[in-house]
């Protein structure tokens, strides 16, 4: 099975940075059909699960929502198996738990749905911006 471990969480004055990290282990099950595709979702409270950034691991190419565009930069390193979200400029609205996936297929163009909803899931990291 699959591991996804966050880190790097935490409270931070609006207009401060953090960095999330993920790491990977372990393999897709049987006849799960996994991918290279990992992302970042949050989920504020008393709201949907949005996805906000994307990137598939082989190619290095990227996605991101329209919220963070410009602001947040996803990364990765594949000989960590390790993807990184780096949010500069946060707001109060960007608090949420955060949390890693994988196994996935993100939206051609912003604002579209995922094509491929992930299959495995971070237990999630609390990131709260002060204003």
């Known amino acids: 099975s699959v591991q996804l471990v966050e880190s790097g969480g935490g409270s931070v004055q609006a207009g401060g940075s953090l960095r999330l990290s993920c790491a990977r282990s372990?393999?897709?099950?049987?006849?799960?059909?996994?991918?290279?595709?990992m992302g970042w979702f949050r989920h504020p409270p008393g709201k949907e699960r949005v996805g906000v950034a994307g990137?598939?691991?082989?190619?290095?190419?990227?996605y991101y929502d329209d919220s963070v565009k410009g602001r947040f930069t996803i990364s990765r390193d594949n000989a960590k198996n390790t993807i990184y979200l780096q949010m500069n400029s946060l707001k109060p609205e960007d608090s949420a738990v955060y949390y890693c996936a994988a196994d996935c297929d993100f939206p051609p163009a912003t604002g579209g749905a995922w094509l491929r909803w992930p299959l495995n899931w971070g237990q999630g990291i609390q990131v709260t911006v002060t204003s």
């Open positions: 372990g393999t897709t099950r049987g006849n799960t059909r996994g991918n290279d595709c």
């Open positions: 990137i598939y691991t082989g190619s290095g190419r990227t």
